[in-house]
């Protein structure tokens, strides 16, 4: 599986998906559980990632640089800080720690 | 929508400029972070051509940052799970197709173009305005400012990142982490919600040994139907789209 085939498949996907909601009867909404549902994979599935995007490293668990970056982004998204400066502060945590020698 | 008829009418100009003034800040909220999608994208070893063709023809930030974060930590490998990751995060766009098909109208091409940008953004904006007209001026309006800054911030992103060189020396990979915490973090405002996330991450991190890339976050997926499907720790009232940005 190339990359090129990862992107066109994945994105002829989620444009299917979007298209799909178009088609259906707009009383498959009256039932809650499957908005319920899609919600809550969405919070599943971002939280997963967060979680193995800073300490997964392939297939094994690493505690580097990523984990105080993360908590200095939990830290600036609570206190409301918008998105960007928040995803370059993280960054520029980590980057500062690997360049003292750690992680 | 609860106003009379004349006050409504008097109103009208009104309430389509303050469905515009959301749509544009939205929009230019997206935009915003596309730069860190397009740089993450290249740091995972997508070249620029595939970044913006994610963003154009995907158009979804969430799926968008999950193939990205799979493919980082797995490789080509690990494609079937990420496309996997990115599908499952773009069902929620399906629902919000079900809410925006009554408000768009119009013939079977108009309904396309809508499909392919019904998202988070455009879904908040129309959802949030008080008459029709007005849900149709900020369905478009974000749209269209959405789509232009998104793909036009990814390029940006990309040639930023193609320019970085060793992602790990800047920190990218934090800031893919620091990524998803920023699209999850308007979503934990129930009980459920919190619930869901913890368990997903508990889950994740406990098979991220014991299965191949990209397998673990799609494991953590089966606690939210579980959840979902029984409607353990209910919510009373949760929002359609949980969405913070909206600062207008």
Redesign the interface.
């Known amino acids: 599986?190339?990359?090129?085939?990862?992107?066109?498949?994945?994105?002829?996907?989620?444009?299917s998906?979007?298209?799909?909601?178009?088609l259906?009867p707009?009383d498959?909404?009256d039932a809650?559980?499957?908005?319920?549902?899609?919600?809550?994979?969405?919070?599943?599935?971002?939280?997963?990632?967060?979680?193995?995007?800073?300490?997964?490293?392939?297939?094994?668990?690493h505690f580097d640089?990523?984990v105080p970056?993360?908590i200095?982004?939990?830290v600036l998204?609570a206190l409301r800080v918008?998105?960007?400066l928040?995803?370059?502060l993280?960054?520029?945590?980590?980057?500062?720690i690997?360049l003292s020698g750690w992680g | 929508m609860d106003s009379d008829d004349a006050l409504e009418c008097s109103d009208d100009s009104g309430v389509a400029r303050a469905a515009v003034r959301a749509g544009l800040a939205v929009g230019l909220a997206a935009a915003a972070y596309g730069v860190s999608y397009g740089a993450l994208a290249v740091a995972a070893g997508f070249d620029i051509w595939q970044t913006c063709v994610m963003s154009l023809l995907m158009f979804t930030g969430g799926s968008q940052f999950a193939l990205v974060g799979v493919i980082a930590t797995g490789g080509v490998a690990a494609g079937p799970t990420a496309i996997a990751s990115a599908a499952i995060l773009g069902i929620r766009n399906g629902i919000y197709g079900v809410r925006m098909a009554p408000i768009v109208g119009g013939p079977w091409w108009k309904r396309i173009v809508a499909a392919w940008v019904t998202i988070d953004e455009t879904t908040a904006v129309a959802t949030n305005q008080p008459t029709l007209r007005s849900q149709r001026i900020g369905f478009w309006t974000t749209a269209a400012a959405t789509f232009i800054g998104w793909n036009l911030t990814s390029l940006i992103g990309a040639l930023i990142g193609d320019a970085l060189g060793d992602p790990r020396a800047w920190g990218l990979d934090a800031a893919a982490a620091a990524a998803f915490v920023g699209l999850l973090w308007p979503r934990l405002r129930q009980l459920q919600t919190i619930a869901v996330a913890s368990a997903a991450a508990v889950i994740a991190i406990v098979f991220t040994p014991v299965l191949i890339p990209g397998l673990p976050v799609l494991v953590a997926g089966v606690v939210a139907v579980l959840v979902g499907a029984f409607n353990w720790c209910a919510n009373s009232d949760p929002p359609l789209v949980p969405l913070e940005r909206e600062g207008a």
């Open positions: 599986m190339t990359l090129w085939l990862i992107v066109i498949v994945a994105s002829l996907a989620c444009l998906l979007k298209l799909v909601g178009y259906v707009h498959v909404l809650p559980a499957p908005s319920r549902i899609a919600n809550l994979l969405t919070v599943a599935l971002l939280s997963a990632l967060v979680a193995v995007q800073t300490l997964g490293a392939g297939s094994a668990l640089a990523r970056a993360l200095v982004a939990v998204f918008p998105f960007v928040v995803v370059i993280a960054a520029a945590t980590a980057a500062l690997r």
